[in-house]
């Protein structure tokens, strides 16, 4: 077995659809397929059980998604290592579609550590730490809140929030609402597998009829337009057309962090978290 299958295989675990996985590798959907065909002629068993509205794992795939994640993380865990030996300092960086500005933050990064290379990866909803809690990168710009334990979590902005609406929706035109305000509506879910206390965070108590399972941020924008889904956003981001946010006055505040493993000494982390915390206070509001 390739790493690279093994990658293509998690991809299509995860969003549970050849065509969102193939998206998320950034190729096209058929060389994905065969690539996973291949692995099951390998393995002698089906792994993937296919049908119209996507994917899901069998047994045996289940056995081997949890396996390839591991093996995955070694495999970067030694690649790291054997950089690091060789002089050649690199961070790898978990961050979610949502996780805000991050341009001024890469420019003062590379200002002070024009010599480390860095690595990004983009994570979906069902894994708030970005690949930080599976070992797959050295730190997380992520959202919080979610389970902790193991992690050093330092707060960049602290930011209200409030519901996407689609434009035409009859309560799009106020300038506040509260949750009581949508209790008949439909708000997108996380998946089951979601991290609970992320999962809970977003999904509001006493919330109305149950709404689309949505993993991206794409995916919840295309909830509200086409299905008039409504659901919790950070205030201040800019909106897709024919979408507007409104503050919602009783919803909890949503903090940016970085995370990083409690037990990791890596300076180039470290340095990231000063530079980040530095940047962040300068932009805070007076």
Same mark, same amino acid.
């Given at each position: 077995?390739?790493? =690279?299958?093994?990658?293509?295989?998690?991809?299509?675990?995860?969003?549970?659809?050849?065509?969102?996985?193939?998206?998320?590798?950034?190729?096209?959907?058929?060389?994905?397929?065969?690539?996973? =065909?291949?692995?099951?002629?390998?393995?002698?068993?089906?792994?993937?059980? =296919?049908?119209?509205?996507?994917?899901?794992?069998?047994?045996?795939?289940?056995?081997?998604?949890?396996?390839?994640?591991?093996?995955?993380?070694?495999?970067?865990?030694?690649?790291?290592?054997?950089?690091?030996?060789?002089?050649?300092?690199?961070?790898?960086?978990?961050?979610?579609?949502?996780?805000?500005?991050?341009?001024?933050?890469?420019?003062?990064?590379?200002?002070?550590?024009?010599?480390?290379?860095?690595?990004?990866?983009?994570?979906?909803?069902?894994?708030?730490?970005?690949?930080?809690?599976?070992?797959?990168?050295?730190?997380?710009?992520?959202?919080?809140?979610?389970?902790?334990?193991?992690?050093?979590?330092?707060?960049?902005?602290?930011?209200?929030?409030?519901?996407?609406?689609?434009?035409?929706?009859?309560?799009?035109?106020?300038?506040?609402?509260?949750?009581?305000?949508?209790?008949?509506?439909?708000?997108?879910?996380?998946?089951?597998?979601?991290?609970?206390?992320?999962?809970?965070?977003?999904?509001?108590?006493?919330?109305?009829?149950?709404?689309?399972?949505?993993?991206?941020?794409?995916?919840?924008?295309?909830?509200?337009?086409?299905?008039?889904?409504?659901?919790?956003?950070?205030?201040?981001?800019?909106?897709?057309?024919?979408?507007?946010?409104?503050?919602?006055?009783?919803?909890?505040?949503?903090?940016?962090?970085?995370?990083?493993?409690?037990?990791?000494?890596?300076?180039?982390?470290?340095?990231?978290?000063?530079?980040?915390?530095?940047?962040?206070?300068?932009?805070?509001?007076?």
């Amino acid at each position: 077995m390739e790493l =690279r299958t093994l990658r293509y295989f998690v991809a299509v675990a995860e969003e549970q659809h050849f065509g969102r996985a193939a998206a998320r590798l950034n190729m096209t959907q058929p060389p994905l397929s065969r690539a996973i =065909r291949q692995l099951e002629l390998e393995l002698g068993c089906e792994l993937l059980r =296919r049908s119209p509205s996507g994917a899901v794992l069998t047994t045996a795939g289940l056995s081997l998604y949890d396996d390839a994640k591991q093996l995955l993380a070694t495999a970067e865990q030694a690649r790291t290592r054997a950089q690091t030996a060789a002089g050649t300092h690199t961070l790898s960086i978990g961050t979610l579609a949502d996780s805000g500005e991050v341009g001024s933050l890469a420019d003062a990064y590379r200002r002070q550590h024009s010599g480390v290379r860095i690595q990004i990866r983009e994570a979906d909803f069902t894994d708030p730490t970005a690949g930080l809690r599976r070992g797959m990168v050295d730190v997380a710009l992520t959202r919080s809140p979610f389970d902790l334990t193991g992690l050093t979590v330092r707060v960049l902005r602290s930011e209200p929030l409030g519901v996407v609406l689609r434009a035409d929706d009859p309560l799009a035109g106020h300038t506040v609402l509260r949750t009581d305000d949508l209790r008949t509506r439909r708000w997108f879910r996380l998946p089951e597998d979601t991290d609970p206390v992320w999962r809970s965070f977003w999904t509001p108590p006493n919330s109305g009829p149950e709404g689309p399972v949505v993993r991206t941020v794409s995916e919840c924008l295309q909830a509200v337009l086409w299905n008039g889904t409504v659901g919790l956003t950070p205030l201040g981001h800019t909106q897709t057309e024919g979408l507007v946010t409104v503050p919602l006055a009783d919803a909890p505040r949503c903090d940016l962090v970085l995370a990083w493993k409690t037990n990791d000494r890596n300076p180039l982390t470290e340095a990231l978290a000063h530079t980040a915390a530095a940047l962040y206070r300068r932009a805070a509001p007076t």
